[in-house]
C-alpha cells in the first residue's frame, strides 16, 4: 500500500523529520490561498501513485499568484500516466545547495532489511542503482537488533555525504529507521534529502510503501489507505479485501491463488485476447465473496466477458457455484457473458450446481480460457457496429 | 521413496482447535498421515480430530515424540508460532499461514539461520509424498504415487499442474509448494538439492512466478549441479512492472530483473524447457522421462 506524498508527510513530521511547509489543496482557489499563506515561490505537487511525476508535468513552480493559477489550471484534472489529478500539495521551495538520498528497504535475497544513502539524490534513484551502483552505499540490519548508530554514522560516511550535515542525515537515517520498523514499511525513502545553504536537511518529498499484511497493527495507515485508494474500482477492491489489479483489456478474469490467476491472465494473452484485471479472491471463499468478485469486475466498464477459474484446494467448488449462481440471478440480463471453468474439491458437484443458463461451464483451463477470449472478441465487434 | 517427508513422520498440528486447523487436520489424518498431537496455548487437554492437544509445542514433542509441525496460527500469532517450532528442534516446520508481516518474517529468517530444524513456507499449501503423508492444504485425491518431483511457489498453480500430470498417468514422488511471500524458508534451491539426490525422482517440475531473483538462482543451481532432467513454468509474463499481483512476492521492479522473461531465459539457458501452458509442462515432462 502507497501513501500519498502529503500523508507520508503527516506521519513524517510526527516524528520529527523536518519537512517544507504545506498544505493540500483540490481547486484552483485553495492552491492561490495556500500559496500566499506560505510565501512564495510554492511548488505545486500532484498526488497520484505515479513515479516521474517531475517530468510528467505533474509537479510545478510558481513564483507569484499568476504562476500558482496557471499551474494549478494545469495540473488538477490532468490525466497523469492514466490516473486523473483530483489534489495537490501546495509546498513552499526549498532552496537547495545539494540533493540526497536516503532509503529503508527489505532486501528480499538477504532476508534482511536494508538501509541506503547517496550524494545522488533529485534523479531516478532506479538509475543510479543501475548505471552508478556504488554511488549508492548500503548497510544490512538485523532486524532483530535494529539500526546500530555505528551502522548509521558508517553507512553516510561511505556515502560522501559532507561533514557539515553527516551527523543530521545520520540522525535522520536513524529516525527513518525506526519509522519503517514501527509502521511497517515496506519502502520508506526520501528523495531528494536537501541541503539548505544554511546546512540544514530538509525532506523534500517523502515515500511510504505500507506492507499490507501488516496494516491490522497498523489501523491509523489503514484509514489513509481508503484515502490514498485512486480510483472507485480500487476503493471497492479495499472494500471488499480482494486482490486486484485494473489492466487494458477486455476479458475479466478471476480466480483463487495469486499464481493461478497470473496463469490465467498468461493463457488469455497466449490465445489472443487481453486480460482486463487480476483479481484473486484468495482461499476458502464462500459464496458472498464469489458474489462480491463478479460484482467488481462487472463494475469494470471495460469488461467485455468474464472467466472465472477455480482449483479447489482449500476453496470448494460447490461453494463458488453457490456463489456465481446467486449473483448472476439478481440480473434480468447477465451484463457479459460468464465462463466458468471449476477443478479441485468438490468441483464435480459444483458443476452440477452451476446454473448453465446463466454461465457457460468449460471442463479445462485452456477451454474456458479460449471461450472467454471468444466472447469477449464477439461482444467488442457487437458493441463497434 | 520421497523427500522430507513419509509414513513415519508424526505431526503435531499448531493451531488445531481453528476452523482450518481442525478441518485440515482431519483431512491429513484421513490421507494417512501421522497425526500424533495439536499444539493450541490455553487448549491442552482437549482432543481435537482424535488426537491429544497439548499448550505447548515442546509438550506435544515430548510426549508425543512429534517430529513435524504444521502451522494453521492466524497472521498476528503466526510468527511466534514459528518461532516456538524452531525452538523444539523439530526436523520440518511447515507454515501454511498467509499474510504474516514481512519484517516478522525477517525476524524468524535471522532466528532460522541458528536452528536445525527446516520451514518450508509460509503462505505455502504444504508438501505431499502421494499415498503416504500430506502436511498442509493441498487437495489429496489429485496426486499419485510415481517418479516426478514438484517444487511450487504457488499453490494452485501446482493443482493445476499436478491435475495435467496425474490424468496422463504421471504420478509424483513428493510436491512441495514452498510460498510465493519475499521471504521464505526452503527456497527452490533447497528442494531442487533433495530432488537431486533422491534416487526415486526422475524429473522434476519447478513452477515459479515473477519478483525476486530465486528462479534465475536456481537455474543456475541446475545448469552446475544436477543430473535430473527439470522442467519449468512461469507465471506471470503479462504482469504490468510495479504492480502486486496477490502475492507479496509476485512484484516486478521494473529494472529488468524480476520479470518472467528474465526468470524464462534464465532456466532456458541451464537446459531447462518452460512450458507456455501447464499442458505443455506436461508435455514437457513427458519427453523428459
Known amino acids: ?385 | 521413496m520421497s523427500i522430507l517427508v513419509d509414513d513415519d513422520t508424526r505431526v503435531v498440528v499448531q493451531g488445531i482447535t481453528g476452523g482450518e486447523g481442525k478441518f485440515h487436520a482431519e483431512q491429513m489424518i484421513d490421507y494417512g498421515t501421522n497425526v500424533v498431537a495439536g499444539a493450541v496455548p490455553g487448549k491442552g487437554g482437549q482432543e481435537v480430530a482424535g488426537v491429544p492437544v497439548y499448550d505447548t509445542v515442546h509438550d506435544a514433542v515430548d510426549e508425543e515424540d512429534a517430529d513435524a509441525s504444521v502451522i494453521f496460527v492466524p497472521p498476528a500469532f503466526a510468527a511466534d508460532a514459528i518461532f516456538e517450532a524452531l525452538d523444539t528442534d523439530l526436523d520440518l516446520a511447515v507454515a501454511i499461514t498467509e499474510g504474516i508481516p514481512t519484517q516478522d518474517m525477517a525476524k524468524v529468517n535471522k532466528r532460522l539461520q541458528e536452528t536445525d530444524t527446516r520451514l518450508q513456507g509460509p503462505n505455502c499449501p504444504g508438501i505431499i509424498t502421494p499415498g503416504e503423508a500430506k502436511l498442509g492444504i493441498l487437495p489429496g485425491n489429485i496426486f499419485s504415487e510415481g517418479k516426478v518431483g514438484l517444487v511450487s511457489r504457488s499453490g494452485t498453480l501446482t493443482y493445476q499442474v499436478v491435475d495435467s500430470l496425474t490424468q496422463r498417468g504421471i504420478g509424483q514422488t513428493t510436491a512441495i509448494g514452498i510460498g510465493g511471500d519475499p521471504i521464505i524458508g526452503t527456497d527452490f534451491i533447497d528442494a531442487l538439492e533433495l530432488f537431486e539426490a533422491d534416487e526415486d525422482t526422475e524429473a522434476v517440475v519447478m513452477c515459479g512466478e515473477i519478483g525476486g531473483e530465486d528462479e534465475e538462482e536456481a537455474a543456475e543451481y541446475i545448469a552446475h549441479n544436477m543430473d535430473t532432467p527439470v522442467a519449468g513454468f512461469i507465471a506471470g509474463r503479462t504482469a504490468p512492472p510495479g504492480k502486486r499481483m496477490g502475492h507479496a512476492g509476485a512484484i516486478v521492479s521494473g529494472s529488468g530483473t524480476g520479470t518472467a522473461e528474465s526468470k524464462i531465459d534464465a532456466l532456458n539457458d541451464a537446459g531447462v524447457p518452460v512450458g507456455d501452458t501447464p499442458e505443455e509442462v506436461a508435455d514437457n515432462i513427458e519427453d523428459l522421462l
Not at chain 1, 551502483?133 to 554514522?153: C, K, M, S, T, W
Request: proline fraction near 3%.
Open chain 1, 1 to 385: 500500500m502507497k501513501l500519498h506524498e502529503y500523508q507520508a508527510k503527516q506521519v513524517f513530521a510526527e516524528v520529527g523529520i523536518p519537512t517544507p511547509g504545506s498544505t493540500l489543496a483540490t481547486t484552483v482557489d485553495e492552491v492561490v490561498e495556500a500559496a500566499s499563506d506560505l510565501g512564495y515561490p510554492v511548488a505545486v505537487k500532484a498526488q497520484v501513485h505515479v513515479g516521474g511525476r517531475g517530468k510528467a508535468g505533474g509537479i510545478k513552480l510558481a513564483e507569484n499568484e499568476d504562476e500558482a493559477r496557471e499551474a494549478a489550471e494545469d495540473i488538477l484534472g490532468m490525466d497523469l500516466k492514466g490516473y486523473t489529478v483530483d489534489k495537490v500539495l501546495v509546498e513552499e521551495a526549498v532552496d537547495f545547495t545539494n540533493e540526497l538520498y536516503v532509503g529503508v528497504t527489505m532486501d528480499r535475497g538477504e532476508g534482511q532489511p536494508v538501509v541506503m544513502v547517496s550524494e545522488k539524490g533529485g534523479v531516478n534513484i532506479e538509475e543510479v542503482a543501475e548505471e552508478d551502483p556504488d554511488a549508492i552505499a548500503r548497510e544490512h540490519v538485523d532486524p532483530a537488533f535494529g539500526l546500530h548508530p555505528y551502522q548509521a554514522r558508517k553507512v553516510v560516511y561511505d556515502a560522501g555525504i559532507p561533514r557539515e550535515v553527516a551527523g543530521d542525515v545520520a540522525s535522520i537515517l536513524t529516525t527513518l529507521y525506526d519509522l519503517y520498523e514501527d509502521r511497517d514499511g515496506s519502502d520508506v525513502e526520501i528523495n531528494p534529502l536537501m541541503v539548505t545553504s544554511d546546512d540544514e536537511v530538509i525532506a523534500a518529498d517523502a515515500v511510504m510503501n505500507i506492507d499490507e499484511d501488516a496494516l491490522f497493527r497498523q489501523p491509523e495507515l489503514a484509514e489513509m489507505e481508503e484515502e490514498a485508494a485512486e480510483d472507485d474500482l480500487e476503493a471497492k477492491a479495499n472494500e471488499y479485501g480482494f486482490d486486484y489489479v485494473r489492466l487494458d483489456g477486455n476479458v475479466g478474469i478471476i480466480g483463487n491463488g495469486a499464481g493461478l490467476v497470473m496463469t490465467t491472465l498468461d493463457l488469455v494473452d497466449y490465445y489472443g485476447g487481453e486480460p482486463a484485471n487480476f483479481l484473486d479472491i484468495g482461499g476458502g471463499a464462500k459464496a458472498e465473496r464469489v458474489a462480491n468478485a463478479l460484482d467488481m469486475v462487472f463494475s469494470d466498464e471495460n469488461v467485455d466477458s468474464v472467466v472465472f477459474n477455480i482449483f479447489g484446494g482449500i476453496t470448494r467448488g460447490d461453494e463458488v457455484a453457490k456463489g456465481i449462481n446467486t449473483a448472476l440471478e439478481q440480473f434480468d440480463e447477465i451484463p457479459k457473458p460468464v465462463v466458468v471453468r471449476l477443478a479441485g474439491t468438490n468441483a464435480e458437484e459444483g458443476r452440477e450446481i452451476l446454473n448453465d443458463e446463466l454461465v457457460t461451464v468449460e471442463e479445462t483451463l485452456e477451454g474456458a480460457v479460449q471461450r472467454a477470449v471468444e466472447y469477449a472478441d464477439e461482444e467488442a465487434t457487437e458493441v463497434d457496429q
